[in-house]
């Protein structure tokens, strides 16, 4: 049995922040359903930001999944999260519903944009995690999430999203999705804020099992 670990924080405008822990236990991993088509214009997308080669290949995924699920989140609800659930009877529940329901809601959201001082953070702050064994948006140092914020000069509206398990990067995005045991969907919410343009990954693991996901999120930073 697999457990996934998902934690966010939210750093608003005013130095406040809001954490909320779920978790999914999956029983017999399968193979995880992948849409067929490969949106050519995503990737080419992707592959032209000055950044992303500072990525490894784990973040390369998941930083693709991020910006399909942006570019159609109807589609996404389809291709993506629809098949994991009928695969996955146990996600089946009421965060599925409204999943459905927000994903149709929210229309063409704005691509995700690389930004060198969050995918630094975000990297380090995955490792930091592998090396805590535990997704914990404190680092060993006893920085908190704002502080490593404001150390890169991310400023204002700045968010991260945490999660532990397996290495398929497109089933830990729809796990953060589906935001099971979250009661206010903080996962989801993140992903789907329009305002949150700038981004930066960590996806790293000591064994190449279990995946620690950093997911740091901001507004465009004038």
């Not at 997911?215 to 465009?220: G, L, T």
Request: hydrophobic share 40%.
């Amino acid at each position: 049995m697999k457990q996934f670990l998902l934690v966010f924080l939210i750093l608003p405008l005013i130095p406040l922040a809001q954490t909320q822990i779920g978790s999914v236990e999956i029983s017999n991993i399968k193979a995880i359903p992948i849409p067929r088509g490969f949106q050519k214009q995503i990737d080419s997308f992707n592959r032209t930001n000055t950044y992303f080669n500072l990525l490894n290949s784990a973040e390369k995924e998941l930083f693709y999944w991020m910006n399909y699920s942006r570019s159609n989140p109807k589609q996404f609800w389809d291709s993506c999260v629809l098949p994991i659930i009928k695969q996955f009877p146990n996600l089946n529940g009421s965060n599925a519903k409204s999943l459905e329901k927000d994903l149709a809601a929210a229309g063409t959201l704005p691509l995700y944009s690389l930004n060198k001082s969050l995918i630094g953070a975000a990297q380090k702050h995955a490792i930091d995690n592998v090396n805590q064994g535990r997704i914990n948006h404190q680092s060993a140092d006893g920085k908190q999430f704002d502080q490593r914020m404001r150390e890169i000069l991310i400023k204002r509206c700045a968010s991260e999203n945490l999660a532990s398990g397996p290495s398929n990067m497109l089933f830990a995005l729809v796990l953060l999705y589906l935001d099971i045991g979250v009661a206010d969907t903080g996962h989801r919410k993140c992903l789907l804020t329009p305002s949150f343009t700038e981004l930066g990954l960590g996806a790293r693991s000591k064994t190449g099992e279990t995946f620690y996901i950093c997911q740091d999120f901001a507004c465009y930073q004038q």
